[in-house]
């Protein structure tokens, strides 16, 4: 069965950072391309980051260019969403997503519907 458990979400002021996890199980992780969406009320699901199943390869919204990285650790099935400089427009809840990777190395998805499998979210809330 593939889980995918996110966390590291919570409250934070505008200009603060935060790192949100996300654990795969169930899956052989490194064959798996993995990407970080958001959705706030009212809006559709976005990809704020996505990256290839080596790594080698992101994805960046425009509007969380240079503010946001994502990476991964295949040793520990964990992709990571390192946020900085947060802004009161990130507050949203954030999905990480997994799905069978490309044959090629570096190739990265990053439409909601590419994506098989989800985590259950956690929020992100940024006060100004």
């Known amino acids: 069965q593939v889980q995918l458990v996110d966390s590291g979400g919570g409250l934070v002021q505008a200009g603060g950072s935060l790192r949100l996890s996300c654990v795969a199980s169930?899956?052989?992780?490194?064959?798996?391309?993995m990407g970080w969406f958001r959705q706030a009320p009212g809006k559709e699901r976005e990809c704020v980051a996505a990256?290839?199943?080596?790594?080698?390869?992101?994805y960046y919204a425009d509007s969380v260019k240079g503010r946001f990285t994502i990476s991964r650790d295949n040793a520990k099935n964990t992709v990571y969403l390192q946020m900085n400089s947060l802004k009161p427009e990130d507050t949203a809840v954030y999905y990480c997503?997994?799905?069978?990777?490309?044959?090629?190395?570096?190739?990265?998805?990053?439409?909601?519907?590419?994506?098989?499998?989800w985590g259950q979210g956690t929020q992100v809330t940024v006060s100004s």
């Open positions: 990256i290839s199943r080596s790594g080698g390869s992101t």
């Open positions: 997503a997994a799905r069978p990777a490309h044959a090629l190395p570096s190739y990265y998805y990053y439409q909601p519907y590419e994506y098989n499998y």
């Open positions: 169930g899956r052989t992780f490194s064959s798996d391309a």
